[in-house]
């Protein structure tokens, strides 16, 4: 029993990291960031986006879907892009973030219904954020920072929007069950025989 009992609560840890308690940004948080975003290069169109965001803060999990185009040589950009991304994903990683799906692109736009032409996407790469609250600590702590300007220097455009899941079957918090119970189960196997 002290093994399934060790287990539970090596689950209920992570969970608690994982998934937090639901922190909602204050008011004073929504001023802290958004006055670090007014002062980034972003369009009056993108801040108004990011203040509508945190204004509705759930406390709950997104995903950031991101196109990117690097510039060219993309040679360089990659390993540009690739400094920020080892930097800003570190902070990441520590707030219960991580990259859920990374991928580059195999044609040009196969399908573009009734929207601006946009092209030339290289790369896509979808990001788990444990809240909003995270994204803008890591906003305050990002722009204007060296690493945020190796992404600059990276990208030719970009193309970003939160999204929450309404189905997900690859769920981490599935994964570290399964894994924390087969070890458990495998211990208890050894112990017992």
């Known amino acids: 029993m002290i093994i399934w009992g060790v287990a539970i609560v090596a689950y209920c840890l992570f969970w608690a990291w994982y998934d937090g308690f639901g922190n909602k940004i204050s008011e004073q948080d929504l001023n802290r960031y958004m006055a670090c975003i007014e002062q980034s290069e972003l369009s009056e169109e993108s801040v108004a986006s990011y203040q509508n965001f945190f204004a509705t803060d759930d406390g709950k999990e ?27 994903v570190g902070k990441l990683i520590k707030r219960a973030g991580h990259p859920y799906f990374v991928g580059l692109a195999q044609a040009r736009n196969i399908e573009n219904l009734n929207c ?20 803008g600590e890591l906003l305050v702590d990002t722009f204007r920072s060296e690493h945020h300007g190796f992404k600059l220097a990276a990208l030719e455009k970009t193309f970003a929007f939160p999204a929450s899941a309404i189905l997900n079957i690859g769920s981490v918090r599935s994964l570290v069950g399964l894994v924390i119970t087969l070890i458990a189960a495998v211990t208890h196997i050894v112990l017992v025989s």
């Open 116 to 135: 601006e032409v946009v092209d030339g996407w290289t790369t896509t790469a979808l990001m788990r954020y444990r809240s909003r609250k995270d994204l």
């Open 62 to 88: 997104f995903f950031m879907v991101n196109l990117l185009h690097l510039k060219e040589p993309k040679s360089e950009s990659r390993q540009l892009l690739n400094k920020y991304t080892s930097i800003f």
